[in-house]
């Protein structure tokens, strides 16, 4: 019974080089575009924590009141609203693809809830990621005398 003669191996590196070399193209991709996201949705999340933070800042002086012996101010979702487009306004928000208040309001009217939401793209378009989403960040904020 003759023995098999081995094949020639010549060329067979070739294919594994080009599937690793594809699957690190899309692994690098993929975690620059998640990267991305992260940092898009800590500054959209910023901007709503300072859009809070100037809601709960919105009362007026007469409109606080104690309980106990506790100063509260009472805040209004008009004067909420109201202050977080002021400040929306005020500020430079043209890094944000189509950024919009969702919503700007006192649910309990002693804290302001913003939630501001926009459109990321990824930095390289891909296959392995969509085109865009919309991202939202929520930030309540409470003014509190001390």
């Given amino acids: 019974m003759p023995r098999p003669t081995p ?18 193209l899309a692994l690098v991709l993929i975690v ?6 992260y940092l898009e949705r800590k500054r959209l999340f910023t901007l709503a924590d300072g859009a809070a933070l100037v809601g709960a800042e919105s009362f007026e ?3 606080v009141s104690l309980s106990g012996s506790v100063p509260r101010p009472a805040l209004r979702p008009a004067q909420v ?29 002693e804290s302001a809830t913003v939630t501001v939401s926009a459109i990321w ?26």
């Fill in 7 to 24: 094949r020639d191996d010549t060329g067979s590196t070739l294919p594994l080089v080009i599937f690793y070399g594809f699957l690190a």
């Fill in 32 to 37: 620059a575009a998640a990267a991305s996201l």
């Fill in 61 to 63: 002086l007469d409109a």
């Fill in 81 to 109: 609203h109201a202050a977080v487009a002021s400040y929306l306004a005020g500020n430079p928000t043209g890094e944000f693809e189509a950024l919009v208040v969702e919503r700007a309001t006192t649910v309990d009217g």
């Fill in 121 to 146: 793209h990824p930095p390289v378009m891909t296959i392995f990621v969509p085109d865009g989403w919309r991202v939202d960040a929520t930030a309540v904020a409470r003014s509190v005398f001390d």
